[in-house]
């Protein structure tokens, strides 16, 4: 009998063993790990022929990892609104591009299935002028009219009673603007407009502040789905108050969805990492160099920032954590 040291430890070995034997003994498989005997790597071609003595120390390696913890499937991750379900969380408008066609290039690339529209008066002079419709069918989009320009709840009432009967959507997004230079909603008459759009029979996601209490107060009022600000409309400049964004999603029933304020890819998905339902974007798409590449790269940034929601950022920490495990160092 002889007496290695193995790992750190003593081990007993009866008869004369080789390095292929007391792989074998351990049920360890030659090709997935490296042997290195009083200090001096043994080649694994030499393992059947290198015997062991007594006071040999043996150190015995492999790779290893981290664990799984189940895989997580992006294509079955849904949301609802309204009793409508969804697979995409991006949601794009339709203007600023500088064409139809450009705008129905940009949206396929988004992979987005709800498009907000604005509502404006047809040209009467020239009735065969196209019309967004040829370009996007509403029987493969859902439309979302919205009511961009309106500065009072009497206006956007009016503006989503007239989508409703030209194109019969309840869906609706409701913004109502307290003044030009900020496009910062005036939550007073959206807070009006929105009981009685709900009473009337609209669907109502409602463009607000990003204020957890008039988040509340929108929910009370009979809104379908809050949706913050991120920045003001247009700006690009990316979330500027995730704190409160975070602190109306953890305290909202409803769908929370970031609208405005996206400049960049890492912009949406920083929204999504926060748990936001949904992400709604229409300039940083539309103003791009390249605006079907930038629809594209919304898309994976979504994606992205969604999966990396659901896996669970790891905590953040003061100070440095070493990554490969302590035990059975070398």
């Known amino acids: 009998m002889i007496q290695i040291l193995l790992n750190g430890e003593t081990k007993r ?8 034997d007391l792989l074998g003994t351990l049920g360890l498989e ?23 003595a007594d006071g040999d120390k043996l150190e015995i390696v492999h790779f290893v990892g981290g664990g799984d913890h189940g895989a997580l499937d992006p294509a079955a991750d849904t949301w609802t609104v309204a009793g409508r379900t969804f697979r995409s969380r991006l949601i794009v408008g339709t203007g600023k591009y500088k064409d139809f066609e450009e705008t129905a290039r940009a949206v396929e690339a988004s992979g987005a299935e709800m498009v ?8 009467v002079s020239d009735r065969n002028q196209p019309m967004l419709t040829d ?11 919205n009511t961009a320009g309106c500065y009072t709840a009497e206006d956007a009432i009016r503006t989503l009673r007239l989508a409703r009967e030209a194109g019969g959507w309840n869906l609706v997004k409701l913004e109502v603007l307290g003044e030009q230079k ?37 929910a009370d009022a009979g809104a379908c789905a809050i ?15 995730p704190v409160m964004i975070r602190l109306m999603i953890e305290g909202s029933k409803l769908p929370v969805l970031v609208d405005a304020g996206v400049g960049t890819a890492s912009d949406a998905a920083v929204a999504m990492e926060l748990g936001c339902d949904a992400v709604l974007m229409n300039t940083a798409i539309a103003e791009a160099k390249n605006p079907i590449a930038m629809a594209r790269a919304m898309k994976l940034a ?23 495990p302590l035990a059975g160092l070398i």
């Open 227 to 241: 949706m913050p600000l991120g920045a003001p409309i247009g700006s690009g400049l990316g979330l500027q108050n």
């Open 135 to 145: 370009f996007l069918d509403p029987k493969k989009y859902t439309y979302l009219p």
């Open 182 to 218: 900020t496009l910062y909603p005036d939550m007073v008459e959206t807070l009006r407009a929105t009981e009685v759009l709900a009473k009337d029979g609209f669907d109502v996601m409602v463009y607000c502040s990003d204020d957890p209490i008039m988040a509340k107060r929108v």
């Open 13 to 20: 070995l009866e008869g004369e063993s080789t390095i292929t």
């Open 302 to 324: 979504v994606e992205a920032g969604r999966l990396a929601y659901l896996a669970g950022r790891m905590p953040k920490k003061r100070y440095a954590d070493p990554s490969s």
């Open 30 to 52: 030659p090709g997935k790990v490296a042997v290195e005997r009083n200090l001096e790597i043994v080649p694994k071609s030499a393992y059947e022929a290198t015997k062991l």
């Open 116 to 123: 907000t529209v604005a509502v404006r008066r047809v040209n």
